[in-house]
């Protein structure tokens, strides 16, 4: 799940703690807001961090390094293709997931976690590029 998707019920739990702290409906909205702005920044640098280290992994002079990440995807395609396709034709589906039952819970954990943070910083990534070149040219027609 990610952040922008919890961000809503983060703010909906806070709002009880923000009423009884700031009882001028105005203030506490305000409040609301600027914690909104505040989280949605944080976010927005951890974002920017992300992208600069994929960059950086990217202009290495490592050849590992700069395919870490698409050996990573390669390596997923080839695991659902096998899991999904080629052991239910081979009749060893059974043991096959049996076998990834016995995968533990926290190497689960990180593999999700990589792959998904390596997702948001690529969706940041784009995300910032597409808003600079609007920026770009916006500045240039002006």
Known sequence: MSFLAILP??????????????????????A??????????????LARAMAEVMKA??????ALTRN??????LWA???????????????????????????PESLWSLLTLGIGAYM???TADKFIEARVTEARVAEAKR
């Open 120 to 122: 948001a910083a690529r």
């Open 68 to 73: 870490a990440r698409p050996i990573t995807v």
């Open 77 to 103: 395609l080839a695991m659902i293709t096998w899991v999904g396709v080629a052991a239910p034709l081979l009749g060893l589906q059974a043991e096959v997931v049996k076998a990834l039952a016995g995968v």
């Open 9 to 30: 019920a983060l703010l909906g739990a806070l709002a009880p703690i923000l009423q009884k702290a700031i009882p001028d409906e105005g203030q506490r909205m305000q």
């Open 32 to 45: 609301q807001l600027d914690l909104q702005r505040a989280l949605l920044d944080g976010q927005s640098d």
């Open 57 to 62: 992994d990217a202009a290495s002079e490592s």
